[in-house]
């Protein structure tokens, strides 16, 4: 395969990728698919002016838990951040840390 091959097939899974949402009472998970690759995220209700949260695997946790390089994690988690708010809490704001993304409430 050429690198223009592989150039669109990377493209292709990140047209194709979407997140499905879990919830189990209080609790849940935001599952991230791209391609034949997934990341479950578990998803858990905040309190005070935190709605709820997604626990993050850390950089140094990354690569191994999750089975992407540490390069696209930034790229991921602001993706993940973006469409949950968008579908599951227009109301609030988010804000990535390095272990979870927390949805807080305006």
Known sequence: MNILGIMSFKTLKKVFRHLEFVTQG???AVIYHEGLKQIRFYMG?????VSF???V????EWKSETGFSLNSRDEILAYVAE???K???PYC???INETDILFIRN
């Open 26 to 28: 209080r609790e849940g």
């Open 45 to 49: 209700m905040g309190g005070n002016n």
């Open 53 to 55: 949260y997604l626990s």
């Open 57 to 60: 695997p850390s950089r140094a």
């Open 83 to 85: 469409e949950t708010r």
């Open 87 to 89: 579908m599951q809490a």
């Open 93 to 95: 704001t988010y804000q």
